[in-house]
């Protein structure tokens, strides 16, 4: 029943999108490995307010956390994963998240820093088949209620490359996007935290927003 659900609702939502919004709850992805999957604590909610109070979404205020082999991923149609360092992927987690986001469901990867050796590899275990394809500036993702001429915006510098947006599609459907040299999810944190701008907060959520209301039209 539950594989069912995920995909009930994005049919749905690409109909009454403001109503299914309404009913729905994010999810924080837990993995192991030893990577900080709980950095930026603040960050879904952030987004989520921001997505409520300009978007009109009418989400779950409060996020969940959810493991990556839990039947209770197919609960949540959009799961986010942070962190900067190691990922495993157990067999049954792999399988698990493969049918999850066949089935219906989103994983956004937003590398922290320093992820992104360890969670492709752990991305081909779930999806053997794919590779992950950069997106271009012209792609959908960018041009929700705020266009993004030139892709992700830079939030944080990292190792000083342009930020990229690289993504899976399953059957013509992005099931997974990964944002790298980019940081959206410090962006989205409280300002104090890293001492970002008002403008850089604003960035960050709106590009945060344009993926919401991506993942839940496409």
Not at 127 to 150: R, T
Not at 198 to 209: D, I, N, S, V, Y
Request: net charge negative; glycine share 10%.
């Amino acid at each position: 029943m539950k594989r069912c659900i995920i995909g009930t609702l994005l049919v749905v939502a690409v109909i009454f999108p403001t109503a299914v919004w309404a009913q729905t709850q994010i999810a924080l992805l837990r993995y192991g490995g030893g990577g900080d999957w709980y950095a930026n604590p603040t960050s879904l909610t952030n987004l989520i307010d921001f997505c409520n109070q300009d978007q009109h979404m009418g989400l779950k205020k409060d996020y969940a956390t959810v493991d990556v082999g839990s039947e209770e991923l197919f609960n949540y149609p959009f799961i986010h994963m942070t962190g900067h360092g190691n990922v495993v992927f157990s067999d049954h987690e792999a399988h698990n998240l493969r049918t999850y986001l066949i089935g219906g469901g989103f994983l956004h990867i937003d590398d922290n820093y320093g992820l992104r050796e360890f969670v492709v590899p752990q991305m081909k275990k779930v999806f053997p088949e794919l590779d992950f394809i950069e997106l271009p500036f012209s792609h959908p993702i960018f041009h929700q209620k705020y266009n993004f001429d030139k892709g992700l915006p830079k939030i944080h510098e990292h190792d000083n490359k342009p930020p990229k947006a690289f993504a899976l599609f399953w059957e013509g459907r992005m099931v997974c996007l990964f944002s790298w040299e980019c940081d959206l999810g410090d962006g989205w944190e409280d300002q104090d935290v890293h001492g970002d701008s008002f403008e850089t907060h604003q960035k960050a959520l709106r590009m945060g927003g344009n993926i919401l209301q991506f993942v839940f039209t496409q």
